[in-house]
């Protein structure tokens, strides 16, 4: 009898809910060990403690999302996540209030992460080869005598009544995933197994969250949602407010360079009143708090450089924060993870391919190599906005980076009165069209014509 083929992911967070969908089709059995129990209904846990703050999912995630899970988005509407058409919000963008724009943006969902993450749960269930291994911490990897494969992963379990009594337990693998965000351990476990760790490149800009759900009555019922851009180095403050599901509103407010905002009720209500637009002050100083403030600081861009390896294992992917974390301000990070995972699925198929008997030589080091490249687009994106802050440190950006954040400049000067402008950034920001359109001559040479003005945001 054939050996049942294994794939372990390390994290139940969304890249490695995702994943395991993926992994699904190529692998017999795929596990999620994950270092916490799930909670029953969706409710925020421990290991991720963002669950709590504004997500945005852009356009580009949805139609990801949708294609692993189809009525997903029906779904997650069903258990009350508002649709807002994107010309109901308003955003007041770094160079002021964006045009009201009707593009061919798809309507957004707006949900609590903790209601997407369970929803998806649900979903995999209905997957008899995808099983969750919950209270498991991973401690190491494991590998063959010679150390060139991974062939598993050493867990310590807690039990859930008895979170006491722990024991340790050795799981072989085909395929090990680390999506364990950033706190991924990957790093240190290949130096003990005798590899270089990856080269790290990290860009803080000292960005912090502040978030409170409030419920939905009185002048609330009457707020447009709302997204308050900062506008590094000069406006620092910026912060959203949006519906979700169980007729609440959720605020989130942010401050870059360390301009942090407080988590006590006056500070919080005070913060948001010294954003550009006083929306968020009026709809939320006389409003019912339905929750404490919750604060968020570990914002910093960190990409872990797997790819440039002189030596890597086989049978090891990483993915998600795990590689590659982004200040969330750009809600890039679950449409990343559905991306990486649709990655882990085209590297799989082709290496079908070529090896229909199921070996997975050379697969590791290709795909993070592709990874890395499916990365350098929302990467430059994020970093290029974040060294602009005077406190961020980290690697400074590369004449070729410092030549796009100027041109960017112009660009964001050009959309504030310019729908069509405003529409094409939409898109490049939700993922769905490619940067290379803000060099188009429509745009190019409205936004070289903004030279003069070039001190106004610069
Ligand atoms: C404040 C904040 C706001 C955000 N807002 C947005 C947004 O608007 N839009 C957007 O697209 N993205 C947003 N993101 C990003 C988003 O939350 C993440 O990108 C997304 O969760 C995917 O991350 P991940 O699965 O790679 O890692 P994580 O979410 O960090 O999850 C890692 C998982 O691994 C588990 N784990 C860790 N170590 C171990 C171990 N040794 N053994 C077993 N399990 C382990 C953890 O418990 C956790 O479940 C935001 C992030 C933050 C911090």
């Known amino acids: 009898m054939q050996r049942e083929s294994h794939a372990i992911i390390i994290g139940g967070s969304l890249a490695g809910l995702l994943a395991s969908r993926v992994l699904a089709k190529h692998f017999d059995r795929v596990s999620i060990v994950e270092r916490d ?32 899970f189809p009525g997903l988005e029906n779904e997650l509407v069903a258990a009350g996540a508002p649709r807002l058409d994107p010309r109901s919000i308003r ?5 002021g209030w964006a045009p009201l724009f009707s593009p061919d943006l798809n309507d957004l969902i707006m949900f609590s992460r ?35 494969e991974v062939a598993g ?4 379990f807690r039990d859930r009544q008895n979170p006491g009594n722990i024991h340790e337990q050795n799981l072989n ?16 476990w290949l130096k003990k197994l005798g590899y270089i760790p990856p080269q790290e490149t990290v860009i803080n800009a000292f960005v912090g969250y502040a978030t409170r759900i409030y419920e939905c009555s009185g002048k609330l019922s009457d707020t447009a949602p709302v997204f308050v851009s900062t506008a590094p180095p000069f406006r620092t403050r910026g912060g959203g407010i949006f519906p979700i599901e169980g007729n609440r509103w959720l605020v989130t407010l942010g401050g870059g360079d360390r301009d942090y ?13 010294t954003l550009p637009t006083p929306i968020i002050y009026h709809a939320i100083k006389d409003a019912k708090p339905l929750t404490p403030i919750s604060s968020y600081r570990g914002t910093e861009n960190r990409l872990r450089h797997y790819e440039r390896l002189p030596r890597y294992p086989e049978n090891l992917a990483v993915i998600g924060h795990a590689v590659c974390a982004f200040n969330p301000v750009y809600g890039q990070g679950m449409t990343v993870a559905a991306l990486d995972a649709q990655m882990l699925d085209e590297c799989l198929l082709l290496q079908r391919q070529r090896y229909p008997e199921g070996s997975l030589k050379g697969f590791s080091r290709q795909f993070q190599q592709k990874l890395a490249k499916l990365h350098t687009i929302p990467w430059t994106f994020a970093i290029s906005q974040d060294s602009r802050y005077r406190g961020s440190e980290g690697a400074k950006p590369n004449l070729a980076t410092q030549l796009i954040i100027d041109y960017m400049d112009l660009v964001l000067k050009v959309l504030v009165d310019d729908a069509k402008v405003c529409q094409a950034f939409l898109e490049v920001l939700h993922m769905i069209e490619s940067p290379a359109v803000f060099f188009h001559p429509r745009i190019a040479v409205k936004a070289i014509g903004q030279l003069d003005n070039f001190k106004f945001y610069k």
Do not use: C, M, Y
């Open 173 to 188: 693998a085909d395929l090990v995933v680390d999506a364990s965000g950033k706190v991924s351990q990957t790093p240190k």
């Open 114 to 148: 903790d209601l997407l993450d369970w929803q998806i749960r649900r979903r995999l269930a209905e997957n008899t080869n995808v099983h969750f291994l919950e209270g498991g911490t991973v401690t190491g990897l494991l590998a063959n005598a010679s150390r060139t």
């Open 37 to 68: 129990f799930f909670p029953e209904k969706p409710a925020p846990r421990p290991g991720i403690p963002q669950s709590r703050h504004l997500h945005i999912l852009l356009n580009r995630g949805k139609i990801i999302l949708e294609q692993l």
């Open 261 to 273: 905002p407080p988590a006590d009720e006056t500070g919080f209500v005070e913060f948001a009143r």
């Open 91 to 95: 955003w007041f963008s770094p160079a």
């Open 153 to 156: 992963v050493s867990v310590r």
